[in-house]
């Protein structure tokens, strides 16, 4: 059985205008690749810049008019086709997406979560959410409880794929464990959950496999116990987020990331990496290495590609 959502050779650049009529195009995603599977929690984690909702955007038919995206995405075996996509979207595939500004400001709470009052309720209590929330319009929720709903909305059709863009911000401690939960019960009857954030330490809390975002590209892809020691690591720019983990020394990365429009050649993080050589300003293949893929011409880990 194919993945659920394959991404494959995915780049994503836009089109600007600067003094009138000198055109230029930035790329923010490169070549970019990543499955996820039915059952599968798979995390994409990145800080910011790294091309994470862009990902998100591109899945789903969203992204602005200046966007000029290359590559192929393939659902349930099938390539998703703009037309494909605006049918799935919001039933068999839904977004959680950053903001909670996408909850329309002049519909009550409950026909925004679905038509099936039992449903709603039950949804909505499971966020700790009582009834009176579904009498409720957007402006009158807390920010918490904005966050809540907007989750709510998205999985109340028990959704095949499930794409969480950094979806517990705000939130309490308890009250992103229930979410995070939720997500690993809808893998665990069966849908695909690819979840986006910077947060690694949220991420290895419920995912089977970490994609690593630097710069637009998949630098690493490796299963989510990997993470528990730093020698199972691949790329060293995965190494340096665990080392930047309070757990391991909070030791901070030197450098910054490069911007779209003044991305280096051949390895995006080669400026900032211990490990490089002039060879790193070639072409870096993504490649299989030690049970999983990495973009380096000098893995940490020893493996066979």
């Keep these: 059985m194919p993945p659920l959502l394959m991404v494959e050779h995915l780049s994503i650049s836009f089109t600007q205008y600067d003094r009138g009529t000198h055109r230029r195009v930035l790329p923010a995603i490169r070549d970019l690749e990543l499955t996820v599977e039915r059952g599968q929690v798979a995390a994409v984690v990145g ?15 969203i992204l ?4 000029h995206m290359e590559g192929t995405l393939i659902y349930d075996g099938t390539p998703l086709t703009p037309e494909r996509i605006a049918a799935l979207r919001g039933r068999e595939i839904v977004l959680v997406p950053q903001s909670v500004g996408y909850l329309d400001p002049l519909r009550k709470v409950g026909p925004q979560v679905g038509r099936d009052k039992g449903v709603v309720r039950s949804v909505l209590n499971r966020y700790g959410l009582g009834p009176e929330t579904e009498g409720l319009y957007p ?9 809540r709903v907007l989750i709510s909305t998205a999985v109340a059709a028990s959704p095949a794929l499930v794409i969480a863009d950094e979806p517990t911000p705000g939130l309490d401690a308890r009250a992103a464990g229930r979410i995070l939960s939720h997500f690993r019960e809808l893998a665990n009857a069966g849908a695909g959950v690819l979840l986006i954030t910077h947060d690694l330490e949220l991420a290895l809390t419920i995912a089977d496999k970490v994609a690593v ?20 690591l691949r790329h060293p720019y995965t190494r340096a987020l665990w080392r930047a983990l309070p757990q391991h020394g909070f030791h901070p990365i030197p450098g910054t990331q490069p911007y779209p429009g003044s991305l280096p050649e051949g390895c995006p993080f080669a ?25 380096c011409l000098h893995p940490e880990r020893e493996g066979t590609a």
């Design 47 to 61: 800080s910011s810049g790294s091309g994470k909702s862009l990902l998100a955007h591109g899945i789903l038919g």
């Design 64 to 67: 602005p008019y200046n966007a």
């Design 139 to 147: 402006f009158q929720l807390s920010g918490g409880m904005a966050r």
């Design 213 to 232: 975002f630097y710069a637009g590209e998949t630098i690493e892809e490796a299963p989510a116990g990997d993470f528990a020691r730093l020698d199972d």
């Design 271 to 295: 400026p900032r990496c211990p490990r490089r050589t002039r060879d790193c300003g070639g072409e870096v293949p993504y490649r299989p290495w030690s049970g999983g893929f990495v973009r």
